[in-house]
């Protein structure tokens, strides 16, 4: 079992930057974060779950199109932590933001950046950003 903790949200003003991080822990022996894929989401209100950034374990991380060039996403192995880096802020980025992970499946490593939630088998609480104009 893999837990995860997210941390950082909070509210800011359009233009402001926010950077979440999501925290790992694993009770399973052999748990290995840099063999993870690793994944936020966003909920809001009227919204139904969508993929923002994923990043697979080694290769190219992949954004959703509305947030390229405002949200980076990168691991610390070391310290198994994941942040998400929000700049540039719009009201439309409100929402619950929510870390995911996935195991690898048939190989030592985890290597896709899938932006769908089937993918993902571990999930955070979330932690909530609110966006004001």
């Known amino acids: 079992q893999v837990q995860l903790v997210e941390s950082g949200g909070g509210s800011v003003q359009t233009g402001g930057s926010l950077t979440l991080s999501c925290a790992a822990s694993?009770?399973?022996?052999?748990?290995?974060?840099?063999?993870?894929?690793l994944a936020w989401f966003r909920q809001g209100i009227e919204k139904g779950r969508e993929g923002v950034a994923a990043?697979?374990?080694?290769?190219?991380?992949n954004y959703r199109e509305s947030v390229k060039g405002r949200f980076s996403v990168f691991r610390e192995n070391p310290e198994n932590t994941s942040y998400l880096v929000m700049n540039n802020l719009k009201p439309d980025d409100t929402a619950m933001y929510i870390c995911?992970?996935?195991?690898?499946?048939?190989?030592?490593?985890?290597?896709?950046?899938?932006?769908?939630?089937?993918?993902?088998?571990?999930w955070g609480q979330g932690t909530q950003v609110t966006v004001s104009s």
């Open positions: 694993g009770s399973t022996s052999g748990f290995t974060y840099s063999r993870y894929c």
């Open positions: 990043i697979p374990s080694n290769g190219a991380v």
């Open positions: 995911a992970a996935a195991r690898p499946v048939g190989s030592a490593y985890c290597n896709f950046a899938s932006l769908e939630s089937d993918a993902y088998e571990y």
